[in-house]
């Protein structure tokens, strides 16, 4: 069965870290574009950051510096680490898949909630 | 940075035609994909590349798009369509999601 399971989520403190992941099964993280979406309370979908197939990652402007993207294909997994976390950080993240651009993300986690707050 | 424009809301009487927007500069030479959320859950592929179904998502929904706009349409809409409708397109790396349609069936 093709499926994302994240983990990882939780309160954190303003300026603290994170590490999101992303356990993927029934197909290869390293073949696909692989992203993280975010979806504040109340609000719509924001793609945060994405990594191709060839390893380029992007990164959205509102957490460049601050964000990595990475795989393990071993593990078969996707990860965000998130440093300097702010308020409008909080969110639940989903991972998502693509094979490619012309595909649409269609395989989606179940998403993992993160909150920033003291 | 591209943007997409959807209607905050659209509402449907049972059985009807609901038609859900997406506006993008020259949006028609790009792929639109379009995903449904539900309240709690994650969002679902329902349409990919313009007008292309996922097994399992019924012919009641298709979709079009030409010059600045892409259309979701929703035919003989039942009580279980109601929710939050995405359009999405890749540009400049990223993907780019519309702000998201609230679709209410009557």
């Known amino acids: ?118 | 940075s591209y943007e997409l424009t959807q209607p905050l809301s659209v509402s449907v009487a049972l059985g009807q035609t609901a038609r859900i927007t997406c506006g993008g500069n020259n949006i028609g030479s790009k792929d639109v994909h379009w995903y449904q959320q539900k309240p709690g859950q994650a969002p679902v592929l329902v349409i990919y590349r313009d007008n292309n179904r996922p097994s399992g998502i019924p012919e009641r929904l298709s979709g079009s798009n030409s010059g600045n706009t892409a259309t979701l349409t929703i035919s003989r809409a039942q009580a279980g369509d109601e929710a939050d409708y995405y359009c999405q397109v890749w540009d400049s790396s990223t993907g780019v999601f519309g702000g998201g349609t609230k679709l209410t069936v009557l």
């Open chain 1, 1 to 118: 069965e093709v499926q994302l399971v994240e983990s990882g989520g939780g309160l954190i403190q303003p300026g603290g870290s994170l590490r999101l992941s992303c356990a993927a099964s029934g197909f290869t993280v390293s073949s696909n574009y692989m992203s993280w979406v975010r979806q504040a309370p109340g609000k719509g979908l924001e793609c945060v950051s994405v990594i191709y197939s060839g390893g380029y990652t992007y990164y959205a402007d509102s957490v460049r510096g601050r964000f990595t993207i990475s795989r393990d294909n071993s593990k078969n997994t996707l990860y965000l680490q998130m440093n300097s976390l702010r308020a409008e950080d909080t969110s639940v993240y989903y991972c998502a898949r693509a094979s490619s651009t012309s595909s649409g993300m269609d395989v989606w986690g179940q998403g993992t909630t993160v909150t920033v707050s003291s």
